[in-house]
């Protein structure tokens, strides 16, 4: 089996070596002489030293020009040659303990994909609060956080990938897609629990909780006027890490 590691990167020059060093250990950790891997970067048309920092690091880059996230996952999973994809954030760290559970459930002859809860590097009180809601939803509805999605390859191809008419949203809405797919085919989706990857709480940092909860507010209340309008989402786009 080969598992391609794909990992979309916009002016991520302050991470993106952090990410793969963990990678990489987590590789490390579980080699095995049927497992093969490879890590690909998705610059997103970055401004920064993003892409040249991927390289010296070992990983295969490519170029995505149009900003978007969706576009990033898909020009990744273009060039990957893995049998199953993982899709990582930038800003995620990905524990050997993550990588194991996650290998050990796609051995498995009924997995078709899935994500993980999670966890947050310097979480605050709300970021408490918010996990101790939000995992348990996660869990419940299947849902794939963009940070850590798995998929088998010829399931993504068969979805076409992320939607391209979505600049935020596209990992719930692949999970949900991939959801209905699984069950037709009677394959499972799983949300691993046991050892969650941690990402960071750098938008709060940048942007404060008030300014995120009006935008997730907008979500819930518009998801299609809030997911495909790049305007209201300038958290994701505006450059600032």
């Given at each position: 089996?080969?598992?391609?590691?794909?990992?979309?990167?916009?002016?991520?020059?302050?991470?993106i070596?952090?990410?793969?060093?963990?990678?990489?250990?987590?590789?490390?950790?579980?080699?095995?002489?049927?497992?093969?891997?490879?890590?690909?970067v998705?610059?997103?048309?970055s401004?920064?030293?993003?892409?040249?920092?991927a390289?010296?690091?070992?990983?295969?880059?490519?170029?995505?020009?149009?900003?978007?996230?969706?576009?990033?996952r898909?020009?990744?999973?273009?060039a990957?040659?893995?049998?199953?994809?993982?899709?990582?954030?930038?800003?995620?760290?990905?524990?050997?303990?993550?990588?194991?559970?996650m290998?050990?459930?796609?051995?498995?002859?009924?997995?078709?994909?899935?994500?993980?809860?999670?966890?947050y590097?310097?979480?605050?009180?709300?970021?408490?609060?918010?996990?101790?809601?939000?995992?348990?939803?996660?869990?419940?509805?299947?849902?794939?956080?963009?940070?850590?999605?798995?998929?088998?390859t010829d399931?993504?191809?068969?979805?076409?990938?992320?939607?391209?008419?979505?600049?935020?949203?596209?990992?719930a809405?692949?999970?949900?897609?991939?959801?209905?797919?699984?069950?037709?085919?009677?394959?499972?989706?799983?949300?691993?629990?046991?050892?969650?990857?941690?990402?960071?709480?750098?938008?709060?940092?940048?942007?404060?909780?008030?300014?995120?909860l009006v935008?997730?507010?907008?979500?819930?209340?518009?998801?299609?006027?809030?997911?495909?309008?790049?305007?209201?989402?300038?958290?994701?786009?505006?450059?600032?890490?």
């Amino acid at each position: 089996m080969k598992l391609s590691i794909i990992i979309p990167a916009f002016n991520e020059a302050k991470r993106i070596e952090s990410c793969l060093t963990h990678l990489s250990a987590a590789l490390r950790a579980n080699a095995a002489p049927n497992l093969e891997s490879e890590i690909i970067v998705a610059d997103n048309n970055s401004t920064d030293a993003t892409a040249q920092l991927a390289r010296n690091a070992g990983a295969q880059v490519v170029f995505e020009p149009i900003n978007q996230i969706a576009r990033a996952r898909n020009a990744g999973a273009a060039a990957a040659t893995g049998d199953w994809f993982l899709f990582v954030d930038a800003d995620t760290h990905v524990s050997p303990e993550t990588l194991g559970e996650m290998l050990a459930f796609i051995g498995t002859a009924t997995c078709v994909g899935g994500g993980s809860t999670l966890r947050y590097d310097k979480p605050d009180l709300i970021a408490h609060c918010f996990l101790f809601v939000s995992n348990p939803i996660v869990r419940a509805l299947k849902l794939l956080p963009g940070c850590f999605i798995f998929c088998r390859t010829d399931t993504f191809r068969a979805l076409s990938g992320f939607d391209h008419a979505m600049f935020a949203g596209e990992d719930a809405d692949f999970g949900w897609r991939l959801g209905r797919w699984s069950r037709a085919h009677g394959l499972r989706v799983k949300i691993l629990c046991a050892h969650p990857p941690v990402t960071s709480l750098r938008k709060v940092e940048l942007y404060g909780w008030k300014e995120l909860l009006v935008l997730i507010a907008r979500w819930i209340l518009f998801p299609r006027r809030t997911t495909r309008d790049k305007t209201r989402l300038h958290v994701f786009y505006d450059g600032r890490r």
